[in-house]
Structure formats: C-alpha cells, structure tokens
C-alpha cells in the first residue's frame, strides 16, 4: 500500500465568490484578488455548457493546471444532448476529446499541464444494452453503442491509450502514465478474466519544460512520487456515477499548481476539482453540460465552506 505525505503552502483563503452562469453568459475569469478589505478574495466561475464551445469564447494562456476526467466511451448514458461517450465509433469518440483538449491547451499557459484520467471498456458483443451487475448494479445501461468494426466481442477497447495516442499526435508532450489502483474497487461478476483494479491517469504538457513541484507530494520515505497511486474510490452522495476521489484530485492539484493559480476542469461533474481548489487556495473554472450534475456540484462547493474559507455564490443573470 503506496502512502504519500503532502506539503500545502501558507495561503490562507479568507473569501473565496464562486459565479454561475450557463452558456453563452458570460462569467467572470478566474483570478485572485489579492487582499481587499482584509480579506484575501479568490473569484471562481462554473459555466453549465458544452466544453468545447465554452472554451472557444475563453482568453489564451490564462488557466495553470487541469484535472478532469471526461466521460468514458460505452460505460454510461448521461440522458443530456450533446453529451460524450456514446458515439457508435470509439474513433468519434477520441475525436471529439481531442477537439475538447486542443481548446483546453489553448487556454493553458505555456508551461501548465494536463491531468487526464481515463477508463477503459468492454465491447457490448451486438447487445445494444448492459445488464446490472449482482455485485455492481449501477453498471446497467438500456443503451449502448455496438461492437465498432475491427473489434471482437468482450474485448477491451484500450480507451486510454486511443486518447493518449491521439493527444500526442494532436501536440501535447505525453509526460508519464499513472496507474490509480483502487484498493477498494467494486467487484465484477466475471470469471474469465482478472476483476479490474485501476484506472490510467496521463499526465500531459503543453511544452517541453512545465511548472512541477515534486517537493508537494512525496512517498512516505521521502522517494520522488512514483507512478502506482494507490487510492480508495469515495462516493459522493446524490452521484450515482463514479466521481473523482478529492485524494486523486489533490496530488495532481500540488504537484502542478500553486496557491492563487487557476486550476480549470472541464467535465466538472459532481465538483469534486472545485471542492480541492477552494480547500488549497485555487482559483477555478469548472464547465459541465449536464444541469443536474452542477446542481450536485454547487452543493459540494457550498459544503467545502470552512472558517477560513467563506465561499459566496453569485449567480449571472442570463442574456
């Protein structure tokens, strides 16, 4: 079991306005205010939107860090238009990430990195459904795309690395390939294969040298972070997919961030990148489609209120 210590900075965030607004509202970019009336203001913004589409209206080279992880391709049905991971055609799929990425590098200053985690799947074998798992029920879909041509029944579609690949050949510099093993993984009904226990997490740079702290996050003897994380998954109440584990969240926040700098996740979700960048003194950009997720998303930021950190919500009127 991998166990890690964490150096946090002295930033003390006093007040911390958090605007929502839905695309094509504009919202306010994220920065710091430095300190005003005695209090050190941080200004964050969530944007229910397409990715793509709200980032294209967004400055260059504004945004430090990013963390997210999009919807994986087969796994789930979101119910929302627009959404990613349906697509026929994991190749669509990859596209449309990549379309999505090449304005997340846009916005990124030349030395900010991209933290990507990504999981695989199984091809549906002509079923256009998904049964529930005894062990696992959330799994069960009443849609799913086909088995995509040149691929076999119950094979694994080697997600991942699909958008690896076509990341590095779109121009970003694929830096390191982490492995998020989940020591307390959901159990799978399967008896012909190993249950699987990890998810990849792709760490990408806009430019050959990048802003990286490797003092942050450490191994317990004090050794340079190695590349097997070994982090519990953890719900969050009222999600029923899959959300990021703020432990996941925060090593990748350290280790490519400082205090005051803007950490952006595109494919907010349940907030879980928002709740970690107010807990550490980031500002934050978090763009998601679906209305329903930023709603459980605005929860999570009200809860990540603290003494020191007094969040206030503001929201855009629409034009």
Not at 101 to 112: A, C, P, S
Not at 243 to 248: R, V
């Amino acid at each position: 079991m991998q166990s890690t210590s964490i150096q946090t900075g002295s930033t003390l965030i006093h007040r911390h306005l958090v605007h929502y607004a839905s695309h094509p509202t504009p919202a306010p970019i994220p920065c710091s205010r430095g300190e005003k009336d005695g209090f050190h203001v941080l200004s964050s913004s969530v944007i229910t939107g397409e990715a793509q589409a709200v980032l294209s209206t967004l400055p260059s080279g504004f945004i430090r860090a990013v963390i997210t992880s999009p919807p994986y391709w087969s796994l789930r049905d979101y119910a929302i238009p627009g959404q990613i991971g349906l697509e026929d055609d994991p190749q669509v799929y990859v596209a449309a990430l990549v379309r999505v990425f090449d304005e997340v590098r846009r916005v990124l200053t030349d030395d900010g990195s991209l933290w990507l985690n990504i999981g695989d799947s199984y091809t549906s074998g002509g079923r256009t459904w998904r049964a529930p798992d005894k062990k696992n029920p959330v799994r069960a879909m009443s849609t799913r795309p086909p088995t995509p041509e040149g691929l076999k029944p119950k094979e694994l579609v080697g997600i991942p690395w699909r958008v690896a690949f076509a990341l590095q050949e779109a121009g970003w510099y694929l830096r390191s390939d982490t492995i998020w093993r989940k020591p307390n993984v959901q159990p799978e009904s399967v008896k012909d294969r190993p249950t699987r226990s990890h998810e990849y997490l792709f760490l990408l740079t806009k430019s050959e040298r990048y802003y990286y702290d490797h003092l942050a996050v450490r191994e317990a003897n004090g050794r340079n972070l190695r590349s097997v994380w070994d982090i519990n998954t953890q719900p969050f109440h009222g999600a029923h997919f899959a959300t990021f584990p703020p432990q996941l969240v925060k090593q990748c926040l350290l280790l490519s961030s400082r205090p005051d700098e803007v950490v952006l996740d595109p494919f907010l979700g349940s907030g879980t990148v928002a709740e970690v960048a107010i807990r550490y003194g980031r500002p934050f950009l978090g763009i998601e489609l679906n209305p329903d997720y930023v709603a459980l998303a605005r929860r999570r930021i009200a809860d990540a209120t603290e003494l020191e950190r007094r969040v206030e919500e503001i929201d855009q009127p629409a034009i």
